[in-house]
């Protein structure tokens, strides 16, 4: 039987970023109450709202120091009721993140946890990774050289108790302990909260993290042993059978780097963990393995069209019939879109659209990205002091270490950082972009007069408009449950594939490229009229094998 998480159109607001209401420079849940309309006017039933919590906002947010509180930053428990109900009587359905990983150092937990003389330490203590110190010729050293996801040593030495305790992200988040069943029994509550309270879902943060390797063997950097280690999911299992799926809730799990091989166990239709899975394998298909200044997915290359097709085709075989998907550009981890993918420069709007064809008419569940339906774009932050993410700063140094100049690392954090994507939504070209009245806590895009919401909603032909007919397509043709056919894969340019909706068959070609190229159509379009085209064609070159550079074509038939 259909699932309600099946047939959903998701948005994600990241909150900080999205519409301030109180006017203190920081996006909040009222602000987000006051573009539900909007939301839903875009064709968007569910929205995915970024830790709400209260923090200190190391991570922005990721960083929870109190499960049970909002963030004074983004309003007050009666105001995410309030959200909850306004999304509700709109039939629309609201998830929350959800962080299991670790907590901030200043959760009640980890205070309890790092002092001995803490009536409760000896209960918390457990509830995190600690271990004590290894010592060189007499120096104290960590216990092994493993190193975090943003670049950092992964343990942080702690005086009062003589020991390091581990933290994969940045030192102000402590790792939990998932091996104790007394810490579980405490996510839950947390967890059964805000199902009680009314929420419809959970985005499940940092997933593949929640085991380590216990015998802590040195290695660097090491993540094969924090890492996808396979007892994680039996926790998820665990929550899984207990909370997720007896409340009908839509699970979508992260787990960055997943494999296919692992992707039913996550998200099979006879998983216990989640409904469907986030991966991020198409996401960085463009990284230089060449560039050594500033390596990984710092390192901007081409963008390796034939892979981005494969990733998306495997997935959707690896689900069909047997589990679901998601389908996604980006997030706020990934640089916007259209400046990653497409040109945010000479063809910005038409690659901007091109971008929404390749994705939107395939199967699965959508996740748009705020602001990327009006092709948001990077942010050109001048100086460091312009960044926010406490990620940004470590590499920086990381790559000045490297050997790297000022502007080449500067660059790499222009085009690659997760603030490029954090930059206030852009409602209007008022001051502050309509986001505000006061300076917001990131800069604001200097390009907001001209990428900006209401611009674009007086437009028929503008990116916003694109999003709303394909968002539209989707639900009507019931697209997320299509039938899904690329072809020419190995062509470097083309990204072209049919999707079988009920009635209707779609056929998108797109020239994912600034080139000109000579399609070859991979089938007679003679039976097939024109649906949607991202450049203006008169009649007669509807059928032109001619592609102008980001040109997408979207013809339609009805299923024979
Ligand atoms: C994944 C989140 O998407 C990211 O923003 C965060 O920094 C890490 N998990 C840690 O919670």
Not at 412 to 417: E, G, I, P, Y
Request: net charge negative; aromatic share 16%.
């Amino acid at each position: 039987m259909e699932k309600w998480w099946q047939s959903a159109i998701i948005y994600q607001v990241y909150l900080r970023s999205f519409k301030d209401a109180n006017n203190d420079g920081i996006g909040d849940i009222k602000g987000l109450i006051g573009k539900i309309d909007y939301l839903e006017e875009i064709g968007v039933d569910t929205i995915w709202v970024s830790p709400h919590y209260d923090s200190p906002m190391d991570d922005n947010g990721y960083d929870i120091r109190d499960f049970y509180k909002v963030s004074e930053d983004y309003g007050t428990l009666e105001d995410f009721k309030e959200l909850l109900k306004e999304a509700h009587e709109r039939d629309m359905k609201v998830i929350t993140d959800l962080v299991l990983n670790h907590t901030s150092d200043e959760h009640p937990w980890f205070e309890a946890a790092k002092d001995p003389n803490h009536p409760e330490h000896e209960y918390y203590h457990d509830f995190y990774i600690w271990h004590e110190p290894k010592y060189e010729d007499g120096k104290r050293k960590r216990p092994t050289r493993w190193i975090g996801w943003f670049g950092n040593p992964a343990w942080t030495y702690n005086e009062a108790t003589d020991e390091y305790y581990l933290h994969i992200f940045s030192r102000k988040m402590p790792d939990l302990n998932w091996r104790n069943p007394e810490m579980r029994k405490a996510m839950k509550k947390v967890i059964q909260f805000w199902i009680d309270l009314g929420v419809d879902g959970f985005r499940v943060d940092a997933t593949n993290h929640l085991e380590k390797n216990w015998d802590f063997p040195d290695g660097y950097p090491g993540y094969e042993n924090f890492s996808s280690l396979p007892k994680h999911h039996e926790y998820l299992q665990e929550l899984g059978r207990e909370l997720f799926h007896p409340n009908d809730l839509m699970i979508i799990g992260e787990a960055g780097g997943a494999t296919r091989e692992e992707a039913l166990q996550y998200a099979g239709f006879d998983s216990e963990e989640f409904n469907m899975l986030i991966h991020f394998e198409h996401c960085w298909v463009d990284t230089d393995e060449t560039n050594t200044l500033t390596p990984g997915k710092w390192a901007k290359g081409t963008v390796d069209i034939t892979r981005l097709k494969e990733s998306f085709y495997r997935w959707y075989k690896v689900f069909k019939d047997k589990g679901w998907n998601a389908i996604y550009w980006h997030n706020h981890d990934q640089p916007r879109i259209v400046s990653h993918y497409g040109d945010d420069e000479t063809h910005w709007e038409r690659s901007a659209k091109m971008l929404a064809c390749a994705l939107y008419l395939i199967p699965g569940t959508p996740i748009v990205y705020y602001g990327e339906e009006i092709g948001m774009t990077n942010v050109d932050y001048e100086n460091l002091e312009d960044f926010r993410d406490v990620e940004v700063f470590t590499e920086y140094e990381n790559f000045r270490r490297n050997g790297a100049s000022h502007e080449t690392a500067m660059q790499a954090l222009r085009d690659r950082s997760r603030d490029s994507a954090r930059s206030p939504m852009q409602w209007s070209d008022a001051p502050y972009a309509g986001f505000s009245e006061v300076k917001p806590w990131i800069p604001i895009n200097s390009n907001y007069e001209t990428i900006n919401v209401e611009r674009q909603q007086q437009s028929k032909s503008s990116i916003l408009s694109t999003y709303k007919t394909l968002l539209a397509l989707r639900a009507k043709e019931n697209l997320n449950f299509a039938d899904l056919t690329f072809y020419d894969i190995s062509h470097p340019q083309s990204f072209n594939y049919l999707s079988t909706g009920e009635h209707h068959e779609y056929l998108v070609l797109c020239n994912f490229s600034e080139k000109p190229l000579t399609m070859e159509f991979p089938l007679d379009l003679q039976t097939f009229d024109v649906y949607y085209s991202n450049v203006d064609i008169g009649k007669a070159e509807r059928k032109s094998e001619e592609f102008a550079p980001y040109e997408a074509r979207i013809y339609k038939r009805k299923r024979q």
